[in-house]
């Protein structure tokens, strides 16, 4: 995209106060995810209640300072779109076994050298930008939407595994909360009807106060300042497996970030090129080897909030810019940090459910400019989705296949990515027009039909 489009809403910053509200907003949204990573390992690999918070800690700082360097963009790195970065699931398994194998050092060395690479591949990477027309983009968008629900409505039952899973309490709160943010949305325009997220988790916790819901308990124990110190478990170990696993890993990363990049870019209607997809590659490679050195994880753009941006109608950078400036707060602020994870499951689920079937209905709308008739396009779009929620509604389905191939079948953004992918480029590409470049321009994303 030219940024010679100043008057863009993109590049608007706005007054102070709502763009800390509005920044907050996208903390909150995405609180739960971005500390889920972390929780997953430390449990996975019995790591001591002092090295998780440590850990929790090093990923929100890490986090912010990622979502800095998209948002405003560093020499040629960094997309300049209302993006925000966060942990990728996908890394999950692969750093549960290496570090269980090898300990975290490993885990740290293969992230470093895979983000180091993501950083040199991302010229060419991003070529295949040519492969997203709109039968792409809309099927991916779907597919995320779809995939992200069941998390979701996992939190409105109050959390898998919690105690009270599926009970009339928790299930009564995500419904008030989702009441409260339909009813602002309703009523109220302008500001207050952008905030609506926001007044709803907020509004949703007061009232899980007294109900019993909210557990305060480790706040008074949180520091009041925790420095990320790099290399905190030791220097890093570079073994060939992880390092492997990783590179794979970081592969599955950049489809899911540039079907992430392109949403946002269909929501704030700011057209995608392979340039601007080259500099948010290299902000996640970038970000990706930072977290090694900074005790953190793989980084990319967090699918949670492209919902977020679409209900407020909010477009400017600046405003996830400032959220990348509070998640770094957080990270250095412990007891605060304490505090916003306090938030009940259940409350987050009720404003999840909004936000995760706006994403849906973004791919279902961007479906609808496609042309069917006389094209293969419903069959592309139908296997596409189809594929990609096989991990959805089996989450074992892939269970029997070699391990690196499951890094990728059980992420269905990405298996339904690469078949819709595929799938496009035998029916409307391969014979026909639409040549990938050889190397990455400026020239916006358009239909390859």
């Excluded at 700082?61 to 979502?67: E, H, I, K, P, Q």
């Excluded at 690479?117 to 492969?131: D, G, S, Y």
């Excluded at 305060?216 to 110190?229: E, H, K, L, M």
């Excluded at 007891?335 to 938030?343: H, P, R, Y």
Aim: with cysteine; charged share 10%.
């Amino acid at each position: 995209m030219s940024r010679d489009l100043q008057q863009h809403p993109v590049n608007e910053i706005l007054p102070p106060g709502q763009l800390f509200t509005y920044g907050l907003q996208h903390v909150l949204a995405m609180y739960a995810g971005a500390v889920a990573v972390p929780l997953i390992v430390a449990f996975a690999i019995h790591m001591n209640k002092q090295d998780l918070a440590f850990l929790i800690n090093a990923d929100l700082f890490t986090c912010g300072l990622a979502t800095l360097l998209q948002t405003l963009g560093v020499w040629k790195m960094g997309i300049r779109i209302p993006v925000i970065q966060g942990v990728t699931f996908a890394a999950v398994s692969p750093m549960i076994v290496i570090a269980a194998a090898q300990g975290m050092r490993a885990v740290y060395g293969a992230i470093i050298v895979a983000g180091i690479l993501t950083f040199f591949a991302a010229p060419f990477f991003c070529r295949i930008i040519k492969l997203f027309p709109p039968v792409v983009t809309g099927s991916v968008i779907t597919i995320i939407g779809i995939s992200l629900l069941p998390v979701s409505i996992d939190w409105a039952a109050g959390g898998v595994g919690m105690p009270g899973y599926g009970s009339l309490k928790n299930i009564a709160m995500a419904t008030v909360v989702l009441i409260l943010i339909l009813v602002i949305n309703r009523f109220f325009k302008g500001f207050l009807g952008n905030i609506s997220v926001l007044l709803g988790l907020i509004i949703g916790t007061l009232i899980a106060i007294p109900a019993g819901m909210v557990n305060f308990a480790g706040v008074a124990g949180a520091p009041w300042v925790g420095i990320d110190t790099p290399f905190h478990f030791g220097p890093p170990i570079f073994a060939a497996g992880p390092i492997i696993s990783m590179i794979l890993v970081l592969l599955v990363t950049m489809v899911e970030s540039t079907g992430d990049f392109l949403a946002i870019g269909e929501i704030i209607g700011l057209p995608i090129g392979t340039e601007d997809l080259a500099r948010g590659l290299r902000a996640d490679g970038f970000a990706t080897a930072l977290g090694g050195v900074l005790n953190a994880f793989p980084y990319t753009a967090f699918a949670q909030n492209v919902g977020l941006v679409n209900i407020t109608g909010v477009r400017s950078r600046f405003v996830v810019a400032t959220a990348g400036v509070i998640l770094v707060f957080l990270g250095l602020i412990p007891k605060f940090a304490e505090i916003v994870a306090s938030i009940p499951n259940a409350v987050l689920g009720g404003a999840g459910i909004v936000m995760f079937g706006i994403v849906a209905a973004t791919g279902i709308r961007t479906l609808s400019r496609v042309k069917y008739e006389g094209t293969h396009n419903a069959l592309v779009v139908a296997v596409s989705i189809g594929i990609g929620l096989i991990p959805t509604v089996s989450p074992h389905f892939f269970d029997k296949f070699p391990a690196w191939l499951q890094i990728v079948l059980h992420s269905g953004i990405t298996a339904g990515s690469v078949a819709a992918i595929l799938m496009n480029l035998f029916f409307n590409i391969l014979g026909k027009q639409g040549e990938i470049p050889a190397e990455c321009g400026t020239e916006p994303l358009g239909p390859v039909l």
